[in-house]
């Protein structure tokens, strides 16, 4: 079997129709199975906006518990935090922690679960690669772009792209966006998420989502 980098291999696979879940076989039957349950939400909406026909496989490792997830990550996120820390020519990886699935409403985990499956969508289109500490350098779409568009799929895909006309638009340079969303401890993170997202959804305002999307291979 193809490893999959950040996932311990003491963890069991439950292979789902579009996706398989990791876990410690210690955990909680209950907490997989609203885990399972989200992703085949977040997947029934995504699937409505026809952006790609999906080739890699997408792996979803719940750590058991913080401590294990930091170490294994080699850095410090918050325990409500999903991440998609690992992509190559197979597979795409999101993790989480318990305290993302058992502590929010299954709605806002379903949209922060299609954020992230919206990045290893746009990884697969862009035919970019990557791991936390390769510094990005296999990734062909700039990090601000990334975000910005995975946040605008989650909103689209929820029928709530209203919303995002309520998103600040600035102009901070792509390279201090690039920066301050690659940081996980900066203080103007959520601002340059802010800005990110208006950028792109104002060139999806006027291009689409579908065709916007299409031309992140052309653009690599």
């Known amino acids: 079997m193809h490893k999959i980098k950040y996932i311990p291999e003491k963890y069991i696979r439950?292979?789902?129709?579009?996706f398989v879940i990791w876990h410690d076989e210690n955990m909680g039957k209950g907490e997989i199975k609203i885990l399972e349950n989200a992703v085949l939400s977040a997947f029934k909406y995504i699937s409505l906006l026809k952006l790609i026909k999906h080739k890699r496989i997408l792996?979803?490792?719940?750590?058991?518990?913080?401590?294990?997830?930091?170490?294994?990550?080699?850095?410090?996120?918050?325990?409500?935090?999903?991440?998609?820390?690992?992509?190559?020519?197979?597979?795409?990886?999101?993790?989480?922690f318990p305290p993302s699935i058992s502590c929010v409403t299954p709605e806002n985990l379903t949209r922060h679960l299609i954020h992230e499956i919206a990045h290893c969508f746009i990884d697969e289109k862009t035919g970019s690669k990557k791991e936390l500490e390769d510094n990005?350098?296999?990734?062909?779409?700039?990090?601000?772009?990334?975000?910005?568009?995975?946040?605008?799929?989650?909103?689209?895909?929820l029928g709530r792209e209203k919303e995002l006309e309520q998103k600040k638009f600035s102009d901070l340079s792509d390279k201090l966006l690039n920066e301050n969303l690659n940081d996980l401890n900066s203080k103007v993170r959520g601002k340059a998420?802010?800005?990110?997202?208006?950028?792109?959804?104002?060139?999806?305002q006027k291009f689409g989502l579908n065709k916007y999307f299409d031309s992140m291979s052309k653009n690599c």
């Not at 439950?14 to 579009?18: A, E, G, I, L």
């Open 14 to 18: 439950k292979k789902s129709t579009d």
């Open 59 to 96: 792996n979803f490792c719940i750590y058991s518990n913080l401590t294990e997830g930091c170490k294994i990550l080699q850095r410090d996120i918050l325990a409500n935090m999903l991440m998609a820390p690992y992509t190559d020519e197979i597979n795409s990886l999101i993790i989480l």
């Open 193 to 204: 998420f802010e800005i990110a997202t208006a950028k792109v959804f104002l060139e999806i």
């Open 136 to 157: 990005d350098k296999d990734m062909r779409i700039e990090s601000w772009k990334s975000e910005g568009l995975a946040e605008v799929i989650s909103y689209y895909a």
